[in-house]
């Protein structure tokens, strides 16, 4: 049932105050933004009003979880120093992603704030902001535990407690073990350093062998977290090109870009821009959807061409004109299966280049099988319906080729894209509709030509 404003209200207060209370450890500054998104729905004047009264720290991380359409009016209601503040309560990853949604609202403000914050917090910031959006540094975390090679547990775990009682460092999980240069030698899981005592040495540690797993500030973002996938690392380190330790992506980032890369391809193979269904103006999000219905009217209208070249034919038997949408239909299903399936196993890095004659045979191999088993069916069905032998056999023909084709083009489109450094989800389900239409339409009125007439 959906709330009044008044008990909107009452309902965000109400978890605001749990929240800083300690009350329910659930609530989380994600379900705050949520409760604002709906009283943002109802009265965007009372929604920035309780933004702005929720304590700094608590509103800074709700501002992160809120979707960057809103952030154009956080800037035109919040001063350039208030938003500063906000980012300096921030660790560095999510002070930067502010800063960045800012940045695509105004530059000139970006630069204000920027400015209106500390010379070291200024200069840690520009140097994550100037990373490009798919490169991992840009999603690093700049707070870290480290300890030197030459040192003792315990005085690494003094150092990490006054980080801590300063608020200066949370979400510890690993000591990454360094050089005095800065070198990152390994990361090593706190709870291991629990069972040793505190006059051992790191450098015995990195001698009986450590985890050396880590990510290039340049390296493609898809890339890291397809590592930390593989290796189940929760927490990557990341270095520069020299080798030297310069921060860290955490667990939520790494589940972020997960969800947001799934989310993109199934947008993707839909024909829909996931930044353009974030917009809030109609136009904008039927402007892009448009682009692909053109793009799919197109490609009807050449399968339509091809029924025309058999107009005589579909005229003489009537029977074709019934039959024909099931020829196309299974071999599109047919078709998307397998992009489906090969789109998804390339994202997850499960099929590269070498493999694709393998990929492709696969599905050319399964394509066959289901075709015979439905061609028989279908076949069995026209025969019966309509009282002629041949037309069943017709029809089968039809969907063993189309349904092969779909297999073939299903696996090929999308592996032909990916060579061609073009995203495989964008744009294989038109490519693939067209070619199961024309070659479903072309082998089922050829055939009917040839053999019924």
């Given amino acids: 049932m959906k709330l009044s404003l008044p008990e909107l209200i009452d309902a965000l207060r109400d978890k605001v105050e749990k929240y800083l209370e300690g009350i329910d450890a659930s609530i989380h500054p994600y379900d705050i933004a949520e409760d604002l998104l709906e009283l943002r729905d109802e009265d965007e004047k009372l929604y920035l009003e309780e933004l702005s009264k929720l304590p700094q720290e608590l509103q800074a991380h709700v501002m992160i979880e809120l979707p960057r359409h809103c952030h154009e009016e956080i800037v035109e209601y919040f001063a350039p120093n208030e938003l500063a503040s906000l980012a300096n309560t921030l660790d560095t990853d999510d002070a930067a992603e502010l800063i960045r949604n800012i940045e695509e609202v105004d530059e000139k403000i970006a630069q204000e704030v920027l400015e209106s914050l500390p010379h070291k917090d200024r200069e840690n910031l520009q140097t994550l902001i100037a990373y490009d959006e798919y490169e991992a540094g840009a999603y690093m975390q700049t707070e870290l535990f480290s300890a030197f090679i030459d040192e003792q547990i315990g005085d690494s775990i003094l150092r990490l ?246 297999g073939f083009f299903g696996s090929l489109i999308p592996l032909l894209l990916q060579k061609a450094d073009i995203d495989p989800a964008v744009g294989s389900s038109v490519l693939l509709t067209t070619v199961t239409d024309i070659v479903g339409f072309f082998s089922f009125l050829g055939l009917a030509t040839i053999i019924l007439l």
């Avoid at 992009?339 to 599905?363: P, W």
């Fill in 161 to 406: 407690k006054r980080l801590k009682a300063k608020k200066e460092l949370d979400s510890v999980y690993q000591v990454y073990v360094v050089t005095r240069n800065h070198k990152f030698l390994g990361s090593i899981p706190l709870e291991d350093l629990i069972l040793l005592g505190p006059n051992v040495n790191y450098r015995e540690l990195v001698k009986e062998g450590v985890n050396t797993i880590s990510a290039k500030a340049l390296d493609d973002i898809h890339d890291v977290v397809e590592v930390a996938s593989k290796y189940d690392m929760g927490v990557i380190p990341v270095t520069d090109a020299k080798g030297r330790l310069l921060g860290r992506i955490t667990s939520d980032d790494i589940y972020d870009i997960i969800e947001e890369r799934a989310t993109g391809q199934l947008y993707n193979l839909a024909g829909v821009n996931e930044e353009a269904e974030q917009e809030e103006s109609l136009f904008h999000i039927g402007k892009y959807r448009a682009y692909w219905l053109g793009v799919n009217l197109i490609t009807a209208i050449a399968a339509s061409v091809v029924i025309g070249l058999f107009d005589a034919t579909l005229q003489s038997l009537v029977a074709l004109a019934v039959l024909m949408p099931i020829v196309a239909s299974m071999g599109g299903n047919a078709g998307t299966q397998t992009l489906t399936v090969t789109v998804r196993q390339m994202a997850l890095g499960d099929i590269s280049s070498e493999d694709a004659k393998k990929t492709i045979l696969k599905e050319v191999y399964l394509a066959l099988m289901n075709g015979f088993i439905f061609a028989v069916a279908i076949g069995l069905i026209a025969w019966m319906w309509f009282s002629m032998p041949l037309l069943g056999v017709v029809i089968a023909a039809s969907m063993v080729i189309n349904i092969i084709t779909a």
